[in-house]
């Protein structure tokens, strides 16, 4: 008897000790912008799809840490309408949403440069949004009535990159050292939020 209650004990110390140190998963979905026939901005030769679907690819693969679980929205050329992408991230109810694109100006070059963050009429989305804008050298922050965030039912930011239409930015974006850094900098916020 008192062998059984010691074996009881220790299942009932691991059992309580498994559950103390258990971490919920922490689910992001990441939207690579456009695909398919949709090329988004592009100059040159380099498109803005490939560009963004080379990142979100690259975040998922880079990814270190297994409470967090990345999901794309497309991982290949396709083009999920703007319905299906918020149709996804509102049935998988993630933490919150990434959607990343690569602005761009009327002009054909431009001097215009740098980060810019997009976020929904909420506190939540506007915290992530802070946090971009930090780890981006304080970019611009701006709240937007876009499709993905205003149909989202999770707090989601919307991530312009830089413009495509500079050279610098442009070629930076299309380069593995680039594209390799942005992710960095992204899955740094993700862990760090």
Known sequence: MKNLLRIMSVVALVVLLSFSFSKEKKIVVIDAGHGGNDLG????????KEIVLNIAKKIKALNQN?????????????????????????????????????????????????????FQDNESSKKLANKFSEKFQNSKVKMANLHILRESKTPTALLELGFINNP???????????????????LSVINEH
């Open 41 to 48: 901005a592009n100059r040159n030769g380099i498109y803005e």
């Open 66 to 118: 297994q409470n967090l679980e990345i999901i794309l929205t497309r991982d290949d050329d396709t083009y999920p309408s703007l319905a299906q992408r918020t149709g996804k991230i509102n049935e998988l109810k993630p933490d919150y949403a990434i959607s990343l694109h690569v602005n761009n100006s009327p002009r054909q070059s431009t001097e215009m440069k740098g980060f810019e963050v997009f």
């Open 168 to 186: 610098d930015e442009r070629d930076y974006l299309a380069s593995e050292k680039g594209q390799t850094e942005t992710v960095e900098k992204i």
